[in-house]
């Protein structure tokens, strides 16, 4: 049974970086999408991205294209979601979640069945 685990989240400055990570247990990320959410207080979760095993990525919103990155490891049992030139709008929980469908379909959280915990990210001075 695949679980997920997400970390790296916390406090930084505006301008500042972080890399959030999302570890798979009970099984790799093999044939898997992966998809990065986040979601604000009071607002609707929103995709950031979501990146297959053979790294195709799709999702990146206007917001966020040009300073966020999502990756994999190549044991396939960790997503990166390495995130610069933070703005306080970035301030979220965000969440990764996994669709063991087999197909590349559309980066929205109703396409994923199984998420982690989510991990707080604030961007203030």
């Known amino acids: 049974q695949l679980q997920l685990v997400e970390s790296g989240g916390g406090l930084v400055q505006p301008g500042g970086s972080l890399r959030l990570s999302c570890a798979a247990s009970?099984?790799?990320?093999?044939?898997?999408?992966v998809g990065w959410f986040r979601q604000a207080p009071g607002k609707e979760r929103e995709a950031v991205s979501c990146i297959s095993t053979n790294g195709l990525i799709t999702g990146y919103p206007d917001s966020v294209k040009g300073r966020f990155t999502s990756s994999m490891n190549s044991a396939k049992t960790t997503v990166y979601l390495q995130m610069n030139s933070l703005k306080p709008e970035d301030t979220a929980t965000y969440y990764c979640?996994?669709?063991?469908?087999?197909?590349?379909?559309?980066?929205?959280?109703?396409?994923?069945?199984?998420w982690g915990q989510g991990t707080q990210v604030t961007v203030s001075s």
């Open positions: 979640a996994a669709d063991g469908s087999g197909f590349f379909r559309p980066c929205t959280p109703g396409v994923f069945d199984t």
């Open positions: 009970g099984r790799t990320l093999h044939g898997w999408t």
